[in-house]
């Protein structure tokens, strides 16, 4: 294997990865936008922060960290 494909293999496993990270809004969300408005790169939109733009999410989870909901037991 060259350097190319081993590359290209590590940005594959890296994406796979990234797409597991992405968070996802359950039953407790009550569409407060909080997220969204916290959101780094604008992932969520604040008309419906039930929903992740999983092109533009880095799966940061700073909006994990700072639901309301989520601090919630």
């Known amino acids: 294997m060259d ?3 081993n590359m290209n ?3 594959r496993k890296i994406n796979d990865i990234n797409y ?3 968070p996802k809004s359950d039953k407790k969300c ?3 936008g909080i997220c969204a408005k916290l959101c780094p ?5 604040l008309d419906d922060p039930k929903e992740t733009n999983s092109e ?6 700073r909006c994990i960290s700072i639901c309301p909901k989520k ?3």
């Open 3 to 5: 350097d190319a494909q």
């Open 9 to 11: 293999d590590f940005r």
């Open 20 to 22: 597991l990270l992405k």
């Open 30 to 32: 009550e569409s407060c």
């Open 41 to 45: 790169v604008n992932a969520i939109p």
């Open 56 to 61: 533009k999410c880095i799966s940061c989870m």
């Open 71 to 73: 601090q919630e037991n």
